[in-house]
């Protein structure tokens, strides 16, 4: 693209200031995730794209199709209103450059770009008392609206385990899974932030109104898309982006062959972010989503939120033991004696030379091992020889009859 | 090892019957999976290590424990009494060099050999029609003998696909998994192979005596343990190497943390074939060390048949379609025309100035793309202006209010 003419603009007392208020005109203006935002504003700066925008004057063709996409919104972005409105709804509007900058937003202005949308938000409207750097480490859960009560119970609990180890459950504030997390998150009693495609002053969807309540009471609601604006398709698209990369993993746990939640995933792996499903039963249509990155290795197989802190971890952080049932006292026995052990009868006696023909295994050392077992209580000597103890049997039988 | 010293043997008018009744007397000498054989094997030849066992001489240390441990039974291995015996149970017993050896248990003189159990078997015990050539591409499904509905059902729609595609479906005769996957490939009116642990004339478990009488008449009952030996332990670890040995893949369907199955999962990795899992319910406890192996990457998933196929198919055979939904008309539609699509109200008409604005796209543009919407019947125009075709209005809500 060529450069065009950089705008002589009116310098201000307080550049930051005059930053964020072209930066909330802009977002006013633009569609999120319009790709060719991030290069005229890397190449003008904020307030010199706007002036352009507004003055509808660019020799370069792709300024002028943004020019011609924004104009009917032109007049109506005041950015220092549209601060003050916010300010007294409590939502204020982070940029670039703040101390709460999640830094790794920024990882947008690589990945992705040669699909529809992508780029770094213009800023982040943020409502809630969670400062933006407690999204350090944190986790994305997403997934289908249309959910089972299978994937809501496990939605639910991997959340409530991610939260209690500290760290953010991030989600879409939607119906099914998105809701199961931000629920199992505030059962912990921990913050959540829910990102939202719409204004984060609007409720939506309108049912969710007391949890969106909750969560921006204790949390956060983020939004890129101006105050007001209605949630329409692609701003979800672009919405999605965001909840990969403000997280280190996307957890997801039912995603149909169609879910958007499939298109954050797709994030995720663009940004080299963590990516974990969460399996269903195979025949279950609302897991075939997850199945399908499962098994092309795109995602990490997660059973519950130790996989998931496991997996998100740093190395050495949130190591899980490795579940193993409880050695048996079998296991502890030697090869050879255990080899003796598995010859000798369940209820009828048997002589040690019988015993020892049975396993394969010599005489002398058949002897021994029997010695050994009777004295640690697994097998006995009766009239007819040698015969499990009864403590034996039971398992035994199972194993072998 | 030091090599003994070759016995004289006295040369019989067929070499490969020598040999034969002589691996059929060392099987009935030692344990299956005895890792001392194999070398010996091929230092004495069959006949040779008969020799010194039977003569219990062997200045080898190694040769002295194998002829200790083999003492008891030396006396009553008559391999030619027990091939005759055989055959008058239609038993045939298949070594290396024949034409119905399995080349791709050869693979098993190399894997495995730093473990407890393993080795090429000296032979096979095979009773049933099906020759051993057609285990070539076969697949093995194992599993818990503790299995759920939800795992037979998975087990037998896999067998049955697997079994129609012309692949032998090979287990272990026991409850559960296996014998799910056995009824399946029956179902499919396709011959399947049980390996079992015990003697090939032995019906174990006894309930299974149909299903194992089915498979005797239609496919192949394999076992590497003479006539007569009971399932023992210990030879249920070394009938798992054979069935891993056997097959080009394993899939397990349903396995606990100490699950046998996962005894058979490490020898297919050990000789490098396709380990595939079928995961649960994440809460599933049956499904827990499949989901183990998923998880470190061990199995690749699997939910069906195709997947099955697909996994253990040479390149460009057994392809399955990617499954997706078919894409929608809207999906046909220019990105820009959808994003003015989705900024059409639903109920209430809008003008297309309006519809522009919203969806953040020029007007001429706008005005264009809402008249090829109406040609596609998506949008219509009333008197308030433009609104969604009744068509469209049930999926739009859904996707966005």
């Known amino acids: 693209m060529t450069t065009p003419t950089v705008p002589t603009t009116v310098p201000t007392a307080d550049p930051r200031r005059t930053e964020r208020e072209a930066r909330v005109s802009l977002s006013m203006l633009a569609e999120p995730g319009d790709l060719r935002l991030g290069g005229f504003v890397d190449a003008l700066g904020p307030a010199g794209l706007l002036a352009a925008l507004r003055e509808g004057r660019a020799e370069d063709a792709e300024v002028r199709g943004l020019v011609a996409d924004t104009a009917l919104r032109a007049q109506q972005a005041d950015g220092a209103a549209e601060l003050a409105r916010a300010a007294r709804l409590g939502i204020r509007?982070?940029?670039?450059?703040?101390?709460?900058?999640?830094?790794?937003?920024?990882?947008?202005?690589?990945?992705?770009?040669?699909?529809?949308?992508?780029?770094?938000?213009?800023?982040?409207?943020?409502?809630?008392?969670?400062?933006?750097?407690?999204?350090?480490?944190?986790?994305?859960?997403?997934?289908?609206?249309?959910?089972?009560?299978?994937?809501?119970?496990?939605?639910?609990?991997?959340?409530?385990?991610?939260?209690r180890a500290g760290r953010i459950v991030v989600s879409g504030g939607a119906f099914g899974i998105d809701q199961a997390a931000h629920r199992g998150a505030i059962g912990s009693h921990a913050p959540t932030v829910a990102v939202l495609a719409c204004g984060a002053d609007r409720v939506y969807p309108q049912a969710h109104s007391d949890l969106l309540g909750h969560i921006r009471e204790h949390g956060a609601v983020i939004s890129e898309v101006p105050l007001g604006a209605a949630p329409l398709r692609h701003r979800f698209l672009a919405r999605n982006r965001l909840i990969a990369a403000l997280t280190r993993g996307t957890v997801v746990v039912e995603a149909a062959q169609r879910s958007g939640a499939l298109n954050t995933a797709t994030w995720a792996t663009r940004l080299n972010r963590v990516l974990m499903g969460v399996p269903g039963p195979v025949g279950s249509a609302a897991s075939g989503g997850v199945h399908r990155l499962l098994r092309d290795g795109r995602a990490v197989l997660v059973c519950d939120g130790n996989d998931v802190l496991e997996s998100v971890g740093s190395a050495g952080e949130h190591l899980v033991e490795e579940v193993r049932s409880p050695d048996t006292a079998r296991d502890a026995l030697p090869r050879r004696t255990r080899q003796v052990l598995d010859a000798v009868p369940v209820v009828q006696g048997a002589s040690s030379t019988s015993v020892?023909?049975?396993?394969?295994?010599?005489?002398?050392?058949?002897?021994?091992?029997?010695?050994?077992?009777?004295?640690?209580?697994?097998?006995?000597?009766?009239?007819?020889?040698?015969?499990?103890?009864?403590?034996?049997?039971?398992?035994?039988?199972?194993?072998?009859?």
Chains 1, 2 share one sequence.
């Not at 213009?122 to 933006?132: C, D, Q």
């Not at 959910?147 to 939260?163: F, L």
């Not at 091992?369 to 009777?374: G, K, P, S, V």
């Open 93 to 163: 509007f982070v940029i670039p450059g703040d101390d709460e900058w999640p830094p790794q937003l920024d990882h947008l202005a690589v990945a992705g770009q040669n699909h529809e949308r992508g780029g770094v938000p213009l800023g982040l409207w943020v409502r809630g008392p969670l400062p933006l750097q407690a999204l350090e480490g944190s986790v994305a859960l997403v997934g289908s609206r249309s959910s089972t009560g299978y994937g809501e119970q496990a939605a639910g609990d991997i959340a409530a385990m991610v939260a």
């Open 356 to 401: 020892a023909r049975t396993a394969g295994v010599e005489l002398v050392a058949a002897q021994q091992a029997l010695l050994d077992l009777e004295a640690r209580g697994f097998v006995e000597r009766g009239d007819a020889g040698w015969r499990l103890s009864d403590r034996e049997v039971p398992s035994q039988l199972r194993a072998a009859p």
